[in-house]
């Protein structure tokens, strides 16, 4: 009989020791975390004695054995700390035909709750820029045929375009049009011929769409989808010397990590941001220094988070009047940093009248982002006791979430009804949970 090739996983046993769980509690978590992303496992304590003899799992469920053992240790646990193979970055293919495919599956209705069912990998610090820019050389590849300064200006403007229709009707309706504005178009675009110069400022505008595509993933809860877009938008960027954009998305991938409470990644990631930055505009300065003061606040570094806010308003007074289409920065998004970092250091009342203010300075036709404001500020209202004043904020959140498509409101009306169901003997909750169900009848309809 042929002897076995199979090393045995030390590191996993390791972690397992740490975490002081039998196989079998390491197996009932993965199954856990597994039903959260919409798969059913039935893992039990010999799947677990396996992975210790070393059998490796199957790639969909090596992030959730690491997840589980995140959440028990309270810390990113990697890939390759568990004795598995990586997975964020590269699959093996060109960066173009990746982005080809992710394009492609993310704008079918009947594979995107696949794509988008992976787990956000907490312990995954991406590349450098100089790393990335090294690889630049993979972009370009089948050179069918040529773009000139009109083609990169079509990208520019369907990503402006794309943009708008996020913030008036929501990710639910922008990301399948960017995801196959990316496969379709943009895919060939970064496969033609053209000046240097030209195919530079294509990847740059390509960047920018994968940055805002990989935004909208990330906040319609799509985390790992949202993951592998914005590793994609780092290379595009590094590729077309964007740095920029490379902070921009590095930014954004702090704000996915602070949303899965993630404190010290997002940190980490928010100072690699700000440490890569060129020589900054105000706004863009005020845009990073806003994200260092909500991760820091996450930690538990109070004089940093309050240093960082004051450094982030100061640069926002000298920034001029014009705003980005993508990852803008305004008053708006300020104080709502403020109302975060608050939050954060246990300052419920002033947290809450931050976004109170944030509100009342928004754009009025940013109704997604009106609906999550509303929806932020009824749940902390309710935390304080202010039943009312929750109801009303949850009543202006309905409002827009009828009008919006977005797995963020979807998540947010679930949140909803489990806070308020315990006050339903309440006029003013009665009324909210018949409006709600209303709004959920006319949205499924």
């Known amino acids: 009989m042929a ?93 173009v035909e990746e982005l080809i495919d992710i394009g492609t599956a993310d704008s079918d209705p009947g594979r995107r709750p696949t794509l988008a069912g992976g787990v956000f990998e907490a312990a995954a ?5 100089a790393e990335l820019a090294a690889r630049s050389h993979a972009v370009s590849s089948g050179r069918t045929s040529r773009i000139g300064a009109a083609e990169v200006e079509t990208v520019r403007l369907m990503t402006e375009r794309i943009a708008d229709i996020l913030d008036e009707l929501g990710e639910g309706h922008a990301r399948p049009m960017a995801a196959a504005f990316l496969a379709n ?78 404190g010290h990644l997002a940190l980490t990631l928010a100072d690699s941001a700000a440490e890569a930055a060129p020589v900054a505009s105000p706004r863009l300065t005020a845009f990073l220094r806003g994200q260092q003061a909500h991760a820091a606040a996450m930690t538990g570094d109070r004089r940093q988070a309050l240093g960082r806010l004051a ?8 920034a001029d009047e014009q705003r980005e289409h993508i990852g803008g920065y305004d008053r708006t998004a300020y ?69 919006v498509s977005t797995g963020r409101g979807d998540k947010h009306l679930r949140e909803l009804r489990a806070a308020v169901r315990p006050h339903r003997a309440a006029r003013p909750v009665r009324q909210l949970l018949d409006q709600a169900t209303e709004v959920a009848a006319a949205k499924a309809a």
């Open 3 to 95: 002897r076995s090739t199979r090393v045995p996983n030390a590191r996993l046993a390791d972690l397992i020791d740490q975490a002081r769980w039998t196989r079998t509690q390491l197996a009932r978590a993965v199954n856990r975390v597994g039903r959260e992303h919409g798969q059913e496992l039935t893992y039990d304590q010999s799947a677990v004695s396996h992975w210790i003899a070393g059998t490796v799992p199957r790639a969909a469920v090596r992030p959730l054995v690491c997840e589980a053992l995140s959440r028990r240790l309270r810390r990113p646990v990697s890939a390759a700390e568990a004795g598995f193979p990586a997975s964020l970055g590269s699959t093996g293919g060109g960066l």
């Open 125 to 129: 610090i991406p590349p450098e820029f």
């Open 185 to 262: 178009t943009v895919g060939p675009y970064l496969r033609a011929g053209g000046t240097e110069d030209t195919s530079r400022a294509m990847r740059s505008a390509a960047a920018d769409l994968v940055y805002l595509t990989g935004w909208m993933a990330m906040y319609g809860d799509a985390h790992r989808l949202g993951q592998r877009y914005y590793v994609k938008a780092l290379e595009l960027a590094a590729a077309a010397d964007d740095h920029v954009t490379y902070c921009r998305t590095l930014r954004g991938m702090s704000l996915q990590a602070t949303s899965l409470h993630h």
């Open 311 to 318: 450094a982030a308003e100061a640069a926002l007074s000298r």
């Open 335 to 403: 104080l709502f940093h403020v109302g975060q970092v608050r939050e954060q250091l246990a300052d419920l009342p002033g947290s809450i009248r931050a976004i109170e203010e944030s509100i009342r300075v928004q754009p009025p036709q940013e109704r997604q982002g009106r609906m999550h404001a509303h929806a932020v500020l009824a749940k902390r209202q309710l935390r304080l006791g202010h039943l009312d004043a929750a109801c009303a904020s949850w009543t202006h959140f309905l409002d827009h979430y009828q009008r």
